[in-house]
């Protein structure tokens, strides 16, 4: 009866929700518990319909230019819910961290590429930052 109770409570509070169910890439790190504090960025991006093997093969090959300071976390795409959608989750130690650690990523020989070959593959994207919780095993 108390969780009953609680899913009335809280169906008063949701204004929408969206699920979906994604898998990881095969190329991306398995995400693993951290020590913190850290900060996580979650960016979001929405394909063209058909681009998803394209843009797996390029970021194959481009996630070694982002693992230099193992802010690489996790990378997957939907399977149900909104198609096309691949989510990339980051973690730095702070704004700052994240700054540097993007801007180093333009030194590299190789990611400008990247870019240039997928860009043209996303409809929109979106960058959110996150601060776990004390419960989150990603600190």
């Known amino acids: 009866q108390e ?50 093997i394209e843009w797996g093969n390029n970021w194959a090959r481009a996630i ?30 702070d704004l700052q961290s994240r700054e540097e650690t993007r801007n180093a990523a333009w030194t590299k020989r190789g990611w400008d590429e990247n870019v240039y070959y997928t860009v043209p593959l996303i409809r929109t994207m979106e960058s959110r930052i996150m601060i776990p919780l004390k419960i989150s095993p990603l600190q």
């Open 64 to 93: 070694k230019y982002r693992q230099e300071n193992q802010e690489a976390v996790g990378g997957f795409f939907s399977q149900i819910g909104e198609l096309y959608v691949v989510h990339h989750l980051w973690a730095y130690k």
């Open 3 to 52: 969780y009953l109770d609680f899913r009335k409570e809280r169906s008063r509070m949701l204004l929408s929700r969206r699920n979906q169910l994604l898998l990881e890439f095969s190329f991306w790190n398995e995400p693993l518990p951290r020590k913190g504090p850290n900060i996580y960025e979650l960016r979001t991006y929405k394909l063209k319909p058909g681009t998803m």
